[in-house]
């Protein structure tokens, strides 16, 4: 019983052991000129990661220009989200495709 509960606490990662790894990676696809999903809701630590599977280069470009990644096709490209709030952006080459990324503590 004891080493059942044990298992139990390795399955849930023992968040606080400074061996837990900080932040994931949440996807975003770039496909038929658009975000999806086009609104993601992350924590600070993680990483938004885009993945861009048209035939055209995109980017994701925040609409106050304080970043930008460049995407060619079939490429992908992250951007680490260490701050809170909201953030707006834009692609460059299509500025109808627009994306929001609410970071959250
Ligand atoms: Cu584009």
Not at 8 to 23: N, R
Not at 38 to 67: C, F, L, P, Y
Request: charge should be neutral; charged fraction near 20%.
């Amino acid at each position: 019983m004891r080493k059942l509960a044990i298992l139990v606490a390795v399955a849930l990662g023992m968040p606080g052991s400074p061996a837990f790894p900080v932040g994931t990676t949440q996807p975003i696809l770039m496909k038929g000129i658009a975000y999806e999903p086009k609104q993601v809701t992350v924590h600070v630590g993680d990483t938004v990661e885009w993945d861009n599977q048209d035939i055209v280069a995109h980017t994701a470009t925040a609409k106050d220009r304080s970043w930008e990644v460049d995407i060619r096709p079939g490429k992908n490209g992250r951007m680490a989200m260490n701050a809170i709030g909201r953030i707006d952006y834009i692609c460059r080459y299509h500025p109808n495709m627009t994306g929001t990324i609410i970071v959250e503590p």
